[in-house]
């Protein structure tokens, strides 16, 4: 099956740890996105990579950092989380050399408390 | 900045009822513009796109056109179905910014009986 997969669907954690979510697509794409659907669904880019180069990288806070090991995989990291954190995660990927459109994964659903 | 603007935030209409989300755009050069629909806890998928040869796109029984004029691409059904209650996002993108997508604030749809 070729799609974009995300793990885990659902973490619950305290204000003050670290997270790492996941990200892997199979469709041979060569760029990667996370983007953050807050509470009042806005859904917004966070960060972009092409051939695990960092190509965008909106207004984020620095206790975000994103990960490649390769253009297969996109890994987000949330160093000591805050409320304001909660919100699902979504990764997505696309084809920047064939235009193509993008495909999105089911998202993590992060919760700080 | 470049920017999309959905204005309602909710909709809620009849069965059987036409259809019509708005989208406006701000955009500094030639954008291409997009539909994505969400279902409750599903991922964010593309309903239409537009095209450059003006050519008007069509799926699922809904319709979008590209009016540069009045910068606009207004999603339009002409019979609304209960199945198609979901969260709809006006998307704007330009190729300069790394094929970027960056997304309006979404329409919830509700179809009732």
């Known amino acids: 099956e070729t799609a974009v997969f995300q793990t885990p669907n659902y973490h619950v954690t305290q204000v003050g740890n670290e997270v790492s979510f996941n990200c892997k697509q199979t469709?041979?794409?060569?760029?990667m996105y996370w983007y953050k659907q807050d509470s009042k669904k806005l859904l917004k880019i966070m960060f972009s990579?092409?051939?695990?180069?960092?190509?965008v990288n909106e207004t984020v806070p620095r206790r975000f950092s994103p990960q490649s090991s390769d253009k297969a995989h996109l890994n987000l990291r949330i160093k000591s989380v805050e409320p304001e954190d909660s919100a699902v995660y979504l990764c997505a990927s696309s084809d920047r050399a064939s235009n193509s459109d993008y495909t999105f994964g089911s998202g993590t659903r992060l919760l700080v408390i | 900045g470049d920017s999309v603007t959905q204005t309602e935030g909710l909709v809620t209409l009849t069965e059987g009822l036409p259809v019509m989300l708005n989208c406006t755009y701000q955009?500094?050069?030639?954008?291409?513009l997009f539909w994505y629909v969400q279902h409750l806890n599903e991922a964010p998928k593309l309903l239409l796109k537009s095209f450059t040869d003006n050519k008007r796109p069509e799926h699922q029984g809904f319709h979008a056109t590209l009016h540069k004029s009045s910068s606009s691409f207004h999603l339009q059904k002409s019979s609304a179905q209960l199945s198609d209650s979901a969260l709809y996002y006006c998307?704007?993108?330009?190729?300069?910014?790394?094929?970027?997508?960056?997304f309006g604030s979404g329409t919830k749809l509700t179809v009732e009986p």
């Open positions: 955009s500094t050069y030639s954008p291409f």
């Open positions: 990579y092409n051939n695990k180069q960092l190509i």
């Open positions: 998307a704007l993108r330009w190729g300069s910014n790394y094929n970027v997508l960056y």
């Open positions: 469709l041979g794409h060569d760029t």
